[in-house]
């Protein structure tokens, strides 16, 4: 089994900037496919962006020139960074990984984007 627990949310303005953390329970080296999804109320869990262990990345079109994804397999942690956050990037941000064909999820973490 794999425990993924998110950290890093918070209240920030529009224009502003975070960083999400997604610390894992056991080597990242194992777990396949990490990436990142967000949720607001009333509607589907959204993909955001995905790295792969061999670094290549991939993002949502609205967030693909203001985050960042990236993997510290040292620290076995995954990492969003968020930049210019926009009202609309308000939800809950979870991190997902694959280990043995089955996927994990975090608890969570509320990023709220307002003035």
């Known amino acids: 089994q794999v425990q993924l627990v998110e950290s890093g949310g918070g209240l920030v303005q529009p224009g502003g900037s975070l960083t999400l953390s997604c610390a894992a329970s056991r080597s990242l080296a194992a777990i396949r496919g990490m990436g990142w999804y967000r949720q607001t109320p009333g509607k589907q869990r959204e993909w955001v962006a995905t790295?792969?262990?061999?670094?290549?990345?991939n993002y949502i079109d609205s967030v693909r020139d203001r985050f960042h994804i990236w993997r510290d397999n040292d620290k076995d942690t995954l990492y969003l960074r968020m930049n210019s956050l926009e009202p609309d990037d308000t939800a809950v941000y979870y991190c997902?990984?694959?280990?043995?064909?089955?996927?994990?999820w975090g608890q969570g973490t509320q990023v709220t984007v307002s003035s």
């Open positions: 790295v792969v262990s061999g670094g290549a990345t």
């Open positions: 997902k990984g694959t280990f043995r064909n089955r996927d994990y």
